[in-house]
């Protein structure tokens, strides 16, 4: 929109002194009064109505009137044409654009279309969508013509590091260069079962008590899943091939002896924590169960050093078992020990 300033030339016949004026008040006169033969010229007063989007043109009179006796008046028809002007920035249709979308989705999914309009005509009403910027944009392309957002990295797009992303994504009239707007893109992963329950220890120990049918202390194992909603992290155990006077809560991971343990050697047992989601992803740790402590025993412990001596390692031992202990040999560690594989092997470890 663009303000307009002409000048007009007016003749007068008589000699009185002529009084010029607008009817309407958009404009402004200059001088309002002549005599004989002037120039005057016309100015914007209030811009209110020169609205291109509301109008394309503003008509009114001018209005000329003797001063004198006669008090004769004429009036003159003025049509201002309004030119358009970039001078609305365009704006978003939504103050919040919501979109979903599976983790690990393919290249080229689509996710959500924003979009934004302008009131302004061409040229300067051309939109382009120039930017999405925030925490994991890096994950997503934005189509500068269309706003349409798709996945641009699968192997990243990963819900149990961005479950939530909240985006902000810019648009710019005049081809992209000109007046610009900004709403919020909130984007939800969905969770898929691409993570396996894992055990806190790969080997759980569980000694009973004299009455050989309850532990000294609560038999539990325990398996987390990194997955972030159910059924994909609801984690179930197992024993597999168990005897039969023992149990576990399928639920709690709590193992019980349901009759009086006959056994006198250690029994070693294979258990298994599975989820609920499709595919069904599991894993399995080794449970012993060791018979009562009045009876001896033989246990592996890994110790640090080297040329280590019997007796200082059997004190050390007893202080920590609170037992006594009889060391049978000592050997160097080669890793493959059952329940040891998660322990580095190192050059000045021994066994």
Known sequence: MQSMLTSHDYKQKGKNGISINFVLGTFDISPHVVEGHAIFQITVHDPKLLDYEQRQSVQCYIVAKELGAGNYTAKAKLTVLLNDVNDNPPEFIQKEFHGNVQEHANIGTTVLLVEATDVDREPGSKIKYTSLTGPGSELFNLDPETGLI?????QKLDAEVFPVLTLTVKAADENGIGLTATSTVIINLIDINDQIPSFEKSVYEFILNPDKISFTYPAIIKATDKDISPPNNDVNYEIIDPPSNLYINKKSGEVQVTRTWTNDEVTVLKARAWDNGVPRLYSECEIRIYPPEGQARKMIFIVPGKNLEKETIAQTLRALTGARVSIDRIRPY??????????????????
């Open 150 to 154: 798709t996945v641009s990295n699968s």
């Open 334 to 351: 080669t890793g493959d020990e059952p329940g040891a594989a998660y322990v580095s092997r190192q050059d000045d470890v021994e066994r």
